[in-house]
C-alpha cells in the first residue's frame, strides 16, 4: 500500500488527545503543509481536539499567518511544551488568558527530550536550568496557574543537584524533508538544517505512534544516496506532498542554495552597519572575540557581531547556531538559526550534546533585562512570552557570557559622532530593574561556576566580579550620574579602575580588529 496520502487523510490520522511531537526552527524545516491542515480540520469539523503539542524552537513569524500560530484556538490545543515562544503570538494568548496548560523550558533540552522517548530512558538528567526559572523551586517552567503537572524535577546524585525532565510517550510526529523515495526513505537536500526531525520520529515510532511527513518530491525507490537518508522509511507511515507555497526553505527566501551547502557565494559584499548604538554595542562585543574560540551568537542584537567581524576581516571564526550549523556567516532575521556557506550542519540535538557538555568558549546574548545581582531576563515580560529557547542551555555551559543591548528601551534615540556618545532622547523603558521579572540566568549559578560574565550596552560596560555586578566602562560623551545611575532602579558597584570605552568604537572607518586579534595570537605563541 503507497504511503503517499492527502493532507485530508494525514490530519484525519491524529487522535484526539494525542501528543504531538513538531520540527521546525522559527520557519526552517517545519511541515507548514500540516499546520494548515489542522487548522483546517478543526475550523471544519472541531477534530482533532485537545493536542498537547512539543516543540524545542519558536515557529512562526510573529503573526497569526505561519508556523504554530495556524493552530493556536481553544479547544485545539490542551497543553503547549515549547523551547521559544516569541514568534508565536497566538500560543501566547492561548497561555496568558489560562486557555491552555503552558510548559517553557530550555530549547536543547527539548530537543534531548525526545531522544530519551525514544531510547525510553526515564527522561535528560542534567543541570541545565538549575536555578533558572526552570527550577522547580521556582516555577519549574509552569507559564500560567492552569498549569499544574510537575515536568521538571530536583533530583540529588553524587553529592550534586540535578535536574530531571521527565519523558512521556509521542503519539504522533509531524516532520520535513525535501526528497523521499515511495517507502518514505527521506533525504534534506534543500533544507537548511535537519533540526531534531530524526529524534522525534524515532521518539514516535517507539511510543507505539505515528510519523507523518511532508516532502517536497516523491521519487522512485532505489534512486536516493543511502547515505543522504536522514529519516529511514521504516519509521514512516504517511508522506503528504506539499504546496510550494508550504514548503519554504526558511521564511526569508523559498530557497538559497547557500544556506544547505549547495554552493558557496562570497560574503565581502555584505554591507557594514550604520554606526548607532546597534553597531556600538556589536563593536564592543567584538572585542571579546577571541580568533581560536568556538562561539555562539543569539538572536536579536548579537547578530550584529558577525556584521562587524566581517567588516574588520576578522577570519575564520568558528561561529555555530543552535540548529546544528558550524561556520559560514549565521543569518539574521526570520531566517536566524541558518548559516550562508555553513562547513557542517549536524542534527540539532547533538549540537546540544556539545553545548551542554561545556563545548563552546564564548556565547553572546541578548539583553533584555537585568537586576541587581546580574540576573537576566530574556523569556517573560507581563502578557509578552519570549520563552527561553537555547539561552539556558548556552549560557550555563560557556565559560564567557556576553549580554549585548541597549541600556534602555522604548524610543532611544543616540548619536554617535566624533568619538563620543550622545543621548538625544532616553528610552521610556529601564532595563536595570531592582529584580527581574523571571531569571532566564542566574548570576549565582554563574559564581559558583567561574564564569566571566560582561554586560556591554551603548554607554556602559558592567561585569560579574566575584558575583558582584562592578561598572567597569563608560563611554566617551556620557555622564555617570545623568546618563548612567540616573536610569537604574539600583546604584551598582562601580570599579576604581573605571575607563572609557575604546574611542575607536565611535568613529566612522573600521577599528583595525584583525591587527590587534593577530598581534595577541603572536605575542601568546
Avoid at 522547580?136 to 525532565?165: A, C, F, H, Q, S
Avoid at 505515528?210 to 534512486?223: A, C, P, R, W
Avoid at 503528504?240 to 558557496?264: D, F, M
Avoid at 539583553?367 to 537555547?390: H, T
Wanted: charged share 25%; glycine share 12%; aromatic share 6%.
Amino acid at each position: 500500500m503507497s504511503k503517499i496520502i492527502s493532507l485530508e487523510k494525514a490530519v484525519s490520522m491524529i487522535p484526539d488527545g494525542a501528543t504531538v511531537g513538531i520540527g521546525g526552527f522559527i520557519g526552517c524545516g517545519h511541515p507548514q503543509e500540516f499546520s494548515v491542515g489542522i487548522e483546517e480540520s478543526f475550523l471544519k469539523s472541531g477534530h482533532p481536539r485537545d493536542l498537547t503539542i512539543m516543540f524545542s524552537a519558536g515557529i512562526g513569524d510573529g503573526t497569526d499567518k505561519l508556523g504554530l500560530n495556524k493552530i493556536g484556538h481553544e479547544g485545539l490545543l490542551k497543553r503547549i511544551i515549547g523551547g521559544h515562544w516569541g514568534l508565536i503570538p497566538k500560543l501566547q494568548q492561548l497561555v496568558f488568558e489560562n486557555k491552555v496548560e503552558g510548559y517553557n523550558l530550555p530549547l536543547g533540552t527539548i530537543s534531548l527530550m525526545f531522544r530519551e522517548i525514544a531510547g525510553h530512558r526515564p527522561g535528560v538528567i542534567t543541570k541545565i536550568g538549575l536555578k533558572t526559572f526552570v527550577d522547580p523551586r521556582l516555577e519549574g517552567g509552569k507559564m500560567n496557574e492552569r498549569t499544574k503537572e510537575d515536568l521538571v524535577e530536583l533530583i540529588e546524585m553524587d553529592g550534586e543537584e540535578w535536574l530531571r525532565y521527565k519523558s512521556f510517550p509521542v503519539n504522533v510526529a509531524l516532520i520535513r524533508a525535501t526528497y523521499c523515495d515511495e517507502d518514505g526513505n527521506a533525504t534534506m537536500d534543500k533544507e537548511a538544517a535537519t533540526l531534531d526531525s530524526l529524534a522525534i520520529a524515532q521518539a514516535a515510532k517507539n511510543s507505539g505512534g505515528i510519523v507523518l511527513l511532508q516532502v517536497e518530491k516523491v521519487v522512485q525507490n532505489g534512486t536516493l544516496d543511502a547515505r543522504k537518508v536522514k529519516i529511514p522509511g521504516i519509521y514512516v507511515d504517511g508522506i503528504v506532498i506539499s504546496r510550494p507555497e508550504n514548503h519554504w526553505q526558511t521564511y526569508e527566501a523559498y530557497y538559497n542554495p547557500a544556506l544547505c551547502g549547495e554552493v558557496k557565494v562570497p560574503v565581502d559584499s555584505i554591507p557594514p552597519m550604520k554606526l548607532n548604538e546597534r553597531k556600538v554595542i556589536c563593536r564592543r562585543a567584538a572585542m571579546e572575540l577571541d580568533p581560536h574560540a568556538i562561539i555562539n551568537l543569539g538572536i536579536g542584537m548579537p547578530e550584529g557581531i558577525a556584521n562587524v567581524a566581517n567588516e574588520e576581516g576578522l577570519p575564520g571564526l568558528k561561529l555555530t547556531v543552535e540548529t546544528g550549523g558550524i561556520g559560514g556567516v549565521p543569518m539574521a532575521g526570520t531566517a536566524f538559526g541558518t548559516c550562508t556557506n555553513p562547513t557542517a550542519i549536524l542534527d540539532q540535538p547533538y549540537q546540544f550534546d556539545f553545548y551542554d557538555g561545556g563545548g563552546l568558549d564564548q556565547a553572546f546574548l541578548g539583553l533584555a533585562e537585568c537586576d541587581r545581582f546580574g540576573n537576566i531576563n530574556v523569556s517573560r515580560f507581563g502578557p509578552k512570552i519570549a520563552g527561553c529557547g537555547g539561552f539556558i542551555n548556552i549560557t550555563q555551559t560557556a565559560p564567557v557570557v556576553v549580554y549585548c543591548g541597549t541600556f534602555t528601551a522604548g524610543g532611544l534615540k543616540v548619536e554617535v559622532k566624533d568619538g563620543q556618545l550622545h543621548i538625544l532622547q532616553e528610552g521610556r523603558i529601564k532595563k536595570f530593574i531592582k529584580d527581574v521579572e523571571q531569571v532566564t540566568f542566574g548570576a549565582a549559578y554563574a559564581k559558583e561556576t567561574g564564569q566571566k560574565v560582561l554586560y556591554i550596552t551603548e554607554r556602559a560596560v558592567f561585569e560579574l566580579l566575584d558575583g558582584v555586578l562592578t561598572l567597569t566602562e563608560i563611554a566617551p560623551g556620557v555622564d555617570l550620574e545623568k546618563d548612567i545611575m540616573a536610569h537604574m532602579e539600583f546604584r551598582p558597584a562601580v570599579s576604581e579602575n573605571l575607563k572609557e570605552m575604546d574611542a575607536r568604537i565611535f568613529r566612522d572607518e573600521i577599528m583595525g580588529l584583525l591587527e590587534e586579534k593577530e598581534e595577541a595570537v603572536t605575542n601568546k605563541e
